[in-house]
């Protein structure tokens, strides 16, 4: 299964996450986060990640050349839409995709290659805000297509959400923070104590 670290802005914390067991690392580009990073600061992050590590941008609502500007200068291997994109947008991607939807938002019309990622509805700060995404919606989702289950994972509630929805990933920010965009080295090793129970 994918165990994506999001929300990143220092390398300890890329390097605690990857030897926890991470095979993701988000980074977040859209400057209405808390938690935005340069694609310098993500070149410096990922210095010396390994490469079976997929390191993930995550854009909002931002131009595709701006996009496509940033991924070349940061070097990241995925491109992660979390706005109001659609399926033609994401089809003209130089990378693989991950579409984040809500369970009131998602359907089923995008085309396989795509992985939804499956959050919790907020239109102001898209993501990274603790909240869980409905579990059941979620679940009928990811027997449908391939899915990543995101929205206020921790180390107390990752096994029972991963036994009932059967996803393809989980994606963890704020649920491994001391605050936004500093992870909590002991609350990452905790969240991987928990998978491997699960």
Do not use: Y
């Not at 854009?59 to 659609?86: C, K, Y």
């Not at 297509?145 to 929205?151: F, Q």
């Amino acid at each position: 299964m994918i165990v994506k670290i999001c929300g990143l802005t220092r390398p300890d914390d890329a390097r605690a996450a990857v030897e926890a067991g991470a095979s993701a690392l988000g980074f977040i580009f859209w400057p209405g986060s808390p938690r935005q990073v340069t694609a310098a600061q993500v070149r410096r992050i990922t210095r010396d990640v390994p490469a079976f590590v997929t390191t993930v941008g995550v854009f909002v609502n931002q131009p595709l050349d701006d996009i496509e500007r940033t991924v070349a200068e940061s070097g990241v291997s995925a491109i992660q839409l979390h706005g109001d994109e659609d399926r033609g947008f994401a089809s003209r991607l130089s990378r693989p995709v991950i579409k984040s939807v809500t369970t009131q938002s998602a359907t089923l019309d995008w085309p396989s290659h795509v992985t939804l990622l499956v959050d919790a509805h907020d239109p102001v700060q898209r993501g990274g805000t603790g909240r869980t995404a409905d579990w059941n919606a979620a679940a009928a989702l990811a027997r449908a297509h391939r899915v990543v289950l995101a929205g206020g994972l921790t180390a107390a509630n990752i096994a029972a959400a991963i036994a009932q929805v059967r996803p393809f990933g989980v994606d963890v920010s704020s649920g491994v923070e001391s605050s936004p965009g500093l992870k909590d080295h002991g609350k990452i090793r905790a969240l991987f104590r928990a998978l491997q129970v699960s």
